[in-house]
């Protein structure tokens, strides 16, 4: 796939979904790699400021010194886990939890990259891309996300969708993670972490999804453009119930 075929990709994304956001290149830079000099690198930033940066329209790169989430620096392979986090502990610290233990499952059982497998990492607004992503990442209302993920069902010739999250690193792991290291959608609600660091809406969540897929994702959401969507969207039904009671 061409450069371009990414940037009219997004385009179309946003037109038929009506997306508030850009959707987001994603780009694993191994240590081998050049990260690109004329991209602003983030400093103190947290990764779902970096997404949410991304999908406004900036090209950012963020690396080992730039992360500010431990957890996301695990997760990408940058540092180690504190102890703090790994024991359970940190998690009742901010009452997301009641038991430690329930903490230390949920840090034990998180998907992560080898240490030292990055260099860094390279968001950007897909329609303005000037490189092929590893990993697209729409972050937006949850319907406007169904669609997608109905799109990503048919690809698969109807296969049930599989969703991994532990409410944790949902924008990290569970949207960038999970679809680099085992190659298919996944999708969340969001998380504590993103919904206090970010402009992420009560009623948005997020999903990833490998690049590869964005071919046949973006063939049929121009597919369920046609009926599906515009049928949905009418809630006809709901209004024929409507009249239906208040004949009644």
């Known amino acids: 796939m061409d450069i371009k075929f990414y940037r009219q990709s997004a385009k179309e994304m946003t037109s038929i979904l009506g997306l508030s956001r850009s959707p987001v290149g994603i780009r694993f830079l191994l240590a081998k790699e050049t990260i690109p000099e004329h991209v602003r690198l983030l400093d103190r930033h947290r990764y779902c400021q970096a997404l949410m940066l991304a999908g406004r329209g900036e090209p950012v790169i963020l690396d080992e010194a730039g992360i500010a989430c431990p957890a996301a620096a695990a997760a990408f392979g940058f540092r180690v886990l504190p102890v703090g986090l790994e024991s359970g502990k940190g998690l ?15 840090f034990a059982d998180m998907p992560r990259l080898a240490a ?11 329609e303005k891309t000037v490189f092929p992503p590893d ?15 109905l799109a990503a069902l048919h690809t698969d010739g109807g296969r049930r969708l599989r969703a991994s999250t532990a409410v944790l690193q949902a924008t ?16 969340c609600y969001g998380c504590y972490g993103c919904r206090d660091a970010t402009d992420i809406k009560g009623g948005e969540a997020v999903l990833g999804f490998p690049a590869g897929m964005l071919p046949a994702i973006v063939e049929h959401l121009t597919f369920l453009q046609q009926k ?13 119930l409507e009249r239906r009671r208040s004949d009644g």
């Open 228 to 240: 599906a969507i515009p049928a949905s969207r009418a809630k006809n039904a709901l209004a024929d």
């Open 92 to 106: 009742v610290g901010f009452g997301i939890v009641a038991d430690p233990e329930v903490g230390k499952r949920m």
């Open 172 to 187: 990290c792991v569970d949207s960038a993670v999970i679809p680099f290291l085992e190659n298919r959608l996944n999708f």
């Open 116 to 126: 030292g497998r990055l260099a860094a990492l390279h968001l950007f607004p897909l």
């Open 135 to 149: 990993i697209i990442a729409v972050e937006d209302e949850a319907e406007r996300l169904m669609w997608i993920a």
